[in-house]
């Protein structure tokens, strides 16, 4: 059964600051993963989708990058603004048996302080 | 472009009565069509997902139902709401199962009391 785990929970920062945010799963027999931005009270926004031949995606300030065979993708954060203060989520749609779902962790929630 | 829309956006209903949720896509033709729900607390969970009018596949055994009458309407149903199915529920639509982004609605706040 996969597994996604986000790291850290909840993550502070000053304005300005570059941030990464750590996502990783526990079955590498994926199609793509998915970061999405849900604000309080909010649907998902999608931010990236990187499907599991590539390495990274790029949108504006946020960058993703895929390590298939190890499980892990990180969403890299430039130049952090107040706007940015979200919950993010990390999605893997896996390949296996079930390959229909998402499988979510429990996301980061980030602030960024002015 | 695409657009998907849920209603009601809150919702409180009293333990034992029944439920119906609405999702309803715009802009494209036969989609994939997704119900989550998230507690507080945990990970979003998939509970149905449908390819087709009529064709609804369950990921969890529950106390919900879901129905598609129509290529682009997405119905999440209930004969009798219990407190655990309180939460926050998000239609999603896809234009394929397999390797293409889903897309998520506004949500209903559901509050069973």
């Known amino acids: 059964k996969q597994e996604v785990t986000q790291i850290p929970a909840a993550l502070s920062v000053p304005e300005g600051e570059n941030l990464v945010l750590n996502c990783s799963f526990t079955?590498?027999?994926?199609?793509?993963l998915q970061w999405f931005r849900q604000d309080p009270g909010k649907g998902l926004t999608s931010l990236l989708l990187i499907q599991s031949s590539q390495r990274e995606q790029t949108s504006g300030r946020l960058n993703a990058s895929l390590d298939k065979s190890s499980g892990r993708s990180t969403l890299y954060i430039a130049a952090s603004q107040p706007g940015d203060s979200a919950t993010y989520l990390c999605a893997v749609l896996g390949s296996g048996a079930g390959s229909y779902q998402l499988t979510f962790g429990k996301g980061t929630k980030l602030s960024v302080i002015p | 472009s695409q657009t998907i829309h849920q209603w009601p956006a809150t919702l409180v209903q009293p333990v034992g009565s029944p439920l119906s949720l609405e999702c309803t896509v715009e802009?494209?033709?036969?989609?994939?069509l997704y119900w989550y729900r998230q507690a507080a607390g945990r990970g979003l969970q998939l509970l149905f997902y449908?390819?087709?009018?009529?064709?609804i596949s369950s990921e969890v055994p529950q106390n919900l139902s879901a129905s598609r009458p129509q290529d682009r309407q997405f119905i999440l149903s209930s004969k009798k709401l219990l407190l655990s199915d309180s939460g926050f529920y998000l239609c999603?639509?896809?234009?394929?199962?397999?390797?293409?982004?889903?897309?998520f609605g506004p949500g209903t706040r559901l509050t069973v009391t």
């Open positions: 999603a639509w896809s234009f394929s199962l397999l390797g293409y982004e889903q897309y």
């Open positions: 802009g494209t033709s036969n989609p994939n």
């Open positions: 449908s390819v087709g009018i009529g064709q």
């Open positions: 079955d590498s027999a994926i199609y793509n």
